[in-house]
């Protein structure tokens, strides 16, 4: 059989790392595709050191590319929303097959462009876009296909849980550390991106909807970072017997379904807290299955690439089928997406990590007890730590248990009303994920 021909647009890490893993498993892949998938063309500003073309056609010209009647697929790895966007619609137009890496296209303009897709006919193939290598869209979509998912909870930016990672083991600082993963090729280009978590939420709006059959909300999704993260509050987590991470969290309720990403203690004990580095994991708990949890590198040259060949083989194997009987791109059939709303983050509800901190008078404690229980909020646990010598106050962390979110708002309101509460005060989600 004729070998299935491939352009790329974008040769930088990700396009580098497809073009080797492509040309160096060539024969592995050809035996699982049942036809070979060659490299016709490559769209690129500039050479990339780390990947040799050899005699494969280049051009700076993305369109050209997209144009070329030779090309069956067109793989995006350019990134952004704006020139991707119009690449991969033109490619769609053109009755072309698209995969792409580009969470952030997917999560904001992917009900545009799978409808678009729809109606010619051709495949967008996303695997990449999310958890670097770890199959988990394939996991979820097709694998769990059995199941309800009642939640799923995921490390889902490498840049951001490297940086956890080596202010809490080696105490080194935010910058340097983002440094690093930017001379790694982990960070985003704009790196506000990983730290502030708003690639992590593009992933989440993209689990989501293959999770529970939603459409694409990422403008729904609720977002905070790790920049504002302090070391007292990481220690403070450790000696309680937690740990933080940043998490993404899409659970379904009754009311509707929550999306957020922020900051998360979460027991030490469980795997999913000892996940390090630029290592991601995505926990989904499905009412058959029960929890399963999926673990590999979420960025990097190879390991991306690794989930952009496996679409390409995917799309190689599915080229002759029927379009009404391929794998919907958000795992349920177009027309039967639910409208189950998303939940604004005052109505979501989880278990909350506070810091006072407190003048040492007494009868500091019985005021902090009386404002909680009057909102029917149930303390797990509550630390008193020794008065700070730089500032005479004295910190109390307290867990609570599981409350809707805009009761400790207003607890957090009446808490910084005391006279004998400093400042404001910390608040950080926590997650049992049990
Ligand atoms: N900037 C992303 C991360 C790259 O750090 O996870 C992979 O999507």
């Known amino acids: 059989m004729k070998p299935v021909?491939?352009?790329?647009?974008?040769?930088?890490?990700?396009?580098?790392?497809?073009?080797?893993?492509?040309?160096?498993?060539?024969?592995?892949?050809?035996?699982?595709?049942?036809?070979?998938?060659?490299?016709?063309?490559?769209?690129?500003?500039?050479?990339?050191?780390?990947?040799?073309?050899?005699?494969?056609?280049?051009?700076s010209d993305v369109f050209e590319v997209v144009d070329n009647p030779e090309i069956d697929i067109v793989v995006e790895l350019i990134g952004g929303y704006t020139v991707a966007r119009e690449v991969v619609l033109k490619a769609?137009?053109?009755?072309?097959?698209?995969?792409?890496?580009?969470?952030?296209?997917?999560?904001?303009h992917g009900n545009e462009i799978f409808a678009r897709a729809r109606e010619q006919g051709v495949i967008v193939a996303f695997e990449a876009s999310v958890a670097g290598g770890i199959p988990v869209i394939k996991a979820i979509r097709e694998g769990l296909a059995a199941n309800q998912i009642n939640w799923l909870a995921g490390i889902i930016n490498g840049t951001g849980n490297f940086i956890l990672t080596e202010m809490r083991e080696k105490?080194?600082?935010?910058?340097?550390?983002?440094?690093?993963?930017?001379?790694?090729?982990?960070?985003?280009?704009?790196?506000?991106?990983?730290?502030?978590?708003?690639?992590a939420a593009h992933k989440l709006t993209i689990l989501a909807s293959i999770a529970f059959g939603i459409p694409?909300?990422?403008?729904?999704?609720?977002?905070?970072?790790?920049?504002?993260?302090?070391?007292?509050?990481?220690?403070?987590?450790?000696?309680?017997?937690?740990?933080?991470?940043?998490?993404?969290?899409?659970?379904?309720?009754?009311?509707?379904?929550?999306?957020?990403?922020?900051?998360?203690l979460i027991p030490a004990d469980r795997l999913i807290a000892n996940v390090n580095g630029v290592m991601n994991a995505v926990m989904v708990n499905g009412d058959a299955v029960g929890s399963t949890l999926y673990y590999g590198a979420g960025a990097g040259m190879e390991p991306t690439a690794s989930a952009v060949v496996a679409d390409l083989v995917d799309v190689a194997r599915a080229l002759t089928t029927d379009p009404n009987n391929r794998v919907p791109h958000l795992a349920f059939q177009p027309d039967?997406?639910?409208?189950?709303?998303?939940?604004?983050?005052?109505?979501?509800?989880?278990?909350?990590?506070?810091?006072?901190?407190?003048?040492?008078?007494?009868?500091?404690?019985?005021?902090?007890?009386?404002?909680?229980?009057?909102?029917?909020?149930?303390?797990?646990?509550?630390?008193?730590?020794?008065?700070?010598?730089?500032?005479?106050l004295v910190p109390v962390i307290l867990v609570t248990h599981r409350v809707v979110e805009q009761r400790i708002d207003d607890a957090i309101a009446a808490l910084e009303a005391l006279d004998d509460v400093v400042g404001s005060v910390v608040r950080i989600r926590v997650e049992q994920l049990n």
């Open 5 to 59: 021909k491939v352009g790329i647009c974008g040769l930088g890490n990700v396009g580098g790392g497809t073009f080797n893993v492509l040309k160096r498993n060539a024969e592995e892949i050809a035996r699982r595709a049942g036809r070979g998938i060659e490299v016709a063309q490559i769209a690129t500003r500039r050479p990339n050191p780390k990947c040799h073309t050899g005699s494969t056609p280049t051009c």
């Open 216 to 264: 694409l909300q990422f403008d729904k999704a609720y977002t905070e970072g790790i920049s504002r993260l302090a070391t007292a509050d990481v220690n403070y987590a450790e000696a309680l017997g937690y740990r933080i991470k940043h998490l993404g969290v899409a659970r379904r309720t009754a009311a509707g379904i929550e999306l957020r990403v922020h900051p998360t």
């Open 92 to 108: 769609i137009a053109n009755g072309k097959h698209v995969v792409t890496a580009n969470k952030a296209l997917i999560a904001v």
């Open 336 to 392: 039967a997406l639910s409208d189950h709303p998303i939940l604004p983050i005052g109505a979501c509800e989880s278990a909350y990590y506070l810091r006072i901190q407190a003048k040492d008078h007494p009868g500091v404690l019985a005021q902090v007890a009386t404002i909680l229980s009057e909102r029917g909020i149930n303390i797990e646990s509550i630390m008193q730590k020794e008065v700070e010598e730089h500032d005479g």
């Open 171 to 199: 105490g080194r600082t935010f910058e340097d550390v983002l440094k690093e993963a930017q001379a790694l090729g982990y960070a985003e280009a704009d790196p506000t991106f990983d730290v502030e978590g708003i690639d």
